[in-house]
């Protein structure tokens, strides 16, 4: 049985692929195959009718994407096995029908026996991936497997996949395609005989280089366009058209910046009479709430917003439906007779009516579309899952015309980082919610899905926490994809005004700190549409042989400057603070907001938990890292900025190269032949120098003339020079250990120095501070308050072993006598204060 495939101008896809195998790497008998795509990639295939897939897969689109060169397989005999060996694995097999005494393949740069896959293994230590939704999740909820293992391997079984088949001009099938070559549609197949298909990966503890790998294998993750990496508004709730607007306009008009409007279904006609089912499905618009949809979608663009509306198509096209009678005349099916036209995605008249009813939607002003399907896994063809198929066909068709190709729908297995963005589901609004999303997100890298939207403050049911949801804003803005969401109690809108303060202004700030972080947020954007960079990361990616990095399941990386520990439990009344646990490696790191400095020289790394205000998140930058922010927090201009900040940190030279682009979406697909202008920027700790350099490649991308806010964050204060001259617009920020200069209006094709002749230098943590303001907020004794700040201030850091045991005799609220003694979060607080370098 073959699906359908839209009719549209992008039907040649993907683009570029290459299925087949080298043939100097592919080792084959009458049943089975063996081929080497790297040095530590392997599939390996049975067939009992000797037929094996050569065709592009749902997941795989590419089989040759290693040089000649860089391959170095060994192939011999050995005891009647065959061997075949490179500098990553090596594999021993008998050619007979896969066992575990038959086949083996060994991960090279391991230590132990566990090192070694035999067919069939249990992947007990491999170090999962993502699931298809977090639905329902009320905490924790199983992973599938990912491309890494602490024990160097992971096998990926691709058996089930359908096949792509590109069709020629002729329209039958062209075996074994290559399929970046000619004209012709590609169709969705069953494939014609059963095989085992395997994947091995092999990469050791190299988990980076395994999912750049599996991006060569499957396709790389496509350029997102700007405005999907602001802020989102989202709620379920029955919205008109004149409410929605004003709420738009409020959040203007209090300088809330959103980019994106998502209406959820009731935007479509839901009251349906019985005899039609449920008014879960729906394509005609509710005339009572938005009586003119297409001025409602152009006064939204009008205010800088970009917009997708919700579709659940499990139940067709009915008779209600404004699009029925075309969609009926199309099918072949009589209108009069109110039969319901199928859901069927193997139907290809179907899928082009379908895509019509879409389209005529678009041109009222849709931007994009909400695919919340949920309703299984089976459609007519075996083995295809209708998730998947409405994934690819909406991404294809986003793209059609030279749009820019954008989806949102829910994640369906290996290889869907190619229909970004992920919708991750219904959540719980809970605190076990919030607890795994950090590390939720994080794992999603280990399968190559980087762009992951959350229902940020939870979805459902639950009960209302304010603190809770400052907290998931703070995860949000620290997330690939920021985009609030609830339910539509009337109770649980997520608007800052409805919170007190201080929650209100935390969520303000953390929205506004979002927007700003657009520049950075771009340019990770383009290194993961590149080079198969992920904006998150866990910590063992890049800290694979120390334990500690895989302890800290809630800490990632976000982009190649910022380290992100979300706060995900609720506060300790007695320090008025919540707590983090922090791993960070050796060298030199400052929390980002509030300049202060924590060092370590041990090859192992610092341990700690860090204590947090409900206005502050853990945010931490790498000595010599560089963030470029835009000025505007406040508005959702989606332009590339006129005004710049840049916070610079002390302690090693950095360097960062802003990217930006025009904005337009190449016409044939392909990301890296839009007009692009990067800006290098270079910081020289020695010389206390940062160097801004003059915008290269495509001109008139940037702003003829832009200013910037340069702040060195975590330094002692100093005089700086800006081109050689004094600067006349500096100053210093003693609570942020700030040092910032304002650099007027000045021509993107020059060049910009700024130095200190006395040095950068990283200055002292102010520790008599920051303990007087703990001791100031702990909700213990004054008299004990009183002790412990006096012995900490007389001897320092070598009376803490000591905190544990002081104790003050007083009295309770009863008036009963008592004894007191710090507790262990005020001695936890003390501790991250008193060990910061």
């Known amino acids: 049985m073959t699906a359908a495939t839209h009719n549209n101008p992008r039907k040649v896809f993907p683009r570029g692929a290459h299925p087949l195998m080298r043939p100097e790497f592919v080792v084959q008998g009458d049943r089975w195959r063996i081929a080497l795509l790297s040095d530590a990639l392997v599939r390996v295939e049975w067939s009992e009718t000797g037929v094996f897939e050569d065709h592009c897969t749902q997941m795989v689109l590419n089989r040759d994407f ?222 009572e709430l938005f009586p003119d949809p297409q001025g409602f979608l152009h006064a939204l663009h009008e205010r800088g917003l970009h917009t997708t509306l919700n579709v659940h198509p499990r139940d067709g096209v009915r008779a209600f439906e404004d699009a029925y009678k075309k969609m009926t005349t199309t099918l072949g099916i009589d209108p009069k007779s109110g039969e319901a036209v199928e859901f069927d995605l193997t139907n290809p008249k179907f899928v082009d009516a379908y895509f019509d009813m879409h389209h005529d939607l678009e041109r009222e002003g849709v931007d994009f579309w909400w695919i919340d399907w949920q309703q299984g896994g089976v459609t007519k063809q075996i083995g295809l899952d209708p998730l998947w198929m409405l994934n690819h066909l909406h991404y294809l068709d986003s793209a059609r015309d030279g749009r820019w190709p954008l989806t949102f729908s829910r994640y369906a297995g290996p290889g869907s980082h190619r229909y970004p963005i992920g919708f991750s589901g219904d959540t719980v609004v809970s605190w076990n919610s919030l607890k795994f999303q950090p590390y939720f997100t994080a794992t999603a890298s280990n399968i190559g899905f980087g762009w992951w939207s959350h229902d940020i403050g939870g979805h459902l049911s639950g009960l209302r926490d304010e603190e809770l949801e400052a907290r998931w804003y703070q995860l949000g803005a620290f997330s690939p994809i920021n985009r609030l969401h609830s339910s539509n109690s009337p109770f649980n809108g997520k608007e800052p005004w409805n919170f007190h303060e201080p929650v209100r202004s935390a969520m303000i700030d953390v929205l506004r700190l979002r927007q700003a972080l657009i520049p950075y947020l771009y340019t990770m954007n383009w290194h993961n549409a590149q080079d198969g960079i992920e904006l998150i990361e866990p910590m063992y990616w890049e800290h694979p042989e120390i334990g500690h990095a895989y302890d800290v399941r809630n800490e990632y990386t976000f982009g190649s400057e910022l380290i992100v520990a979300p706060i995900t439990e609720p506060v300790d009344r007695e320090v008025m603070r919540a707590k983090t646990k922090v791993w960070l490696p050796q060298g030199t790191w400052f929390d980002c907001l509030t300049g202060r400095s924590y060092a370590t020289d041990s090859s192992d790394g610092m341990n700690f938990f860090a204590w947090r205000t409900i206005d502050q998140i853990p945010v931490f930058a790498k000595a010599g890292g560089i963030v470029p922010m835009q000025s505007d927090r406040s508005s959702n201009d989606m332009h590339n900025p006129a005004a710049m900040d840049l916070l610079v940190f002390p302690g090693a030279d950095g360097d960062f190269t802003l990217i930006e682009d025009d904005g337009h979406y190449s016409a044939d697909g392909d990301a890296s032949a839009m007009k692009v202008a990067e800006t290098p920027i270079h910081f020289d700790h020695a010389q206390g120098t940062l160097t801004i350099g003059k915008v290269q490649g495509e001109q008139g991308i940037v702003p003829a003339q832009r200013s910037w806010k340069v702040t060195f964050r975590g330094v002692q204060p100093s005089e700086l020079t800006v081109n050689g001259q004094r600067a006349a617009h500096a100053s210093y920020d003693a609570q942020t250990l700030s040092l910032t200069v304002e650099i007027p209006a000045t021509s993107s094709d020059s060049t910009i120095t700024v130095a200190s002749s006395a040095g950068i230098e990283i200055a002292g943590n102010p520790l008599e501070e920051d303990l007087f303001k703990l001791f100031m907020d702990a909700q213990i004794p004054y008299e004990l308050k009183e002790n412990a700040y006096r012995e900490l201030h007389e001897h320092g850091i070598k009376v803490l072993p000591a905190l544990a045991t002081m104790e003050y005799v007083g009295h309770d609220r009863q008036g009963q006598r008592q004894t007191y003694h710090l507790s262990d979060a005020v001695i936890s607080a003390v501790e991250e204060i008193m060990f910061r370098s």
């Open 66 to 287: 290693k040089k000649p060169e860089d391959i170095h397989m060994r192939r011999y005999e050995q005891d009647g096995r065959l061997i075949i060996d490179t500098p990553a694995i090596h594999l021993s097999y008998d050619r007979l029908p896969f066992t575990k005494e038959g086949l083996q393949i060994t991960a090279k740069g391991m230590s132990g026996f566990c090192d070694t896959w035999h067919y069939g293994d249990d992947q007990h230590a491999n170090l999962m991936g993502t699931a298809r939704t977090l639905d329902g999740a009320d905490g924790p909820t199983d992973l599938e497997i990912g491309l890494n293992s602490t024990d160097g391997w992971a096998v990926i079984d691709d058996s089930a996949s359908n096949i792509l088949v590109k069709k020629p001009s002729g329209g039958n099938s062209q075996d074994n395609a290559d399929m970046s070559v000619g004209e012709g549609n590609v169709s969705v197949e069953t494939r014609s005989e059963p095989e085992l298909d395997l994947y091995f990966f092999g990469y050791g503890h190299h988990y980076r280089e395994a999912v750049q790998d599996f991006y060569q294998l499957s396709g790389p993750t496509p350029l997102l366009p700007r405005f999907a990496l602001g802020n989102w508004w989202s709620r379920y709730y029955r919205y008109d058209a004149d409410e929605y607007l004003a709420l738009m306009d409020r959040f203007s008009s209090e300088g809330i910046p959103f980019t994106t409007s998502v209406i959820d279904m009731d935007w479509h006609i839901t009251d349906v009479e019985p005899r039609f089912g449920s008014g879960w499905t729906g394509y005609t618009w509710n005339k």
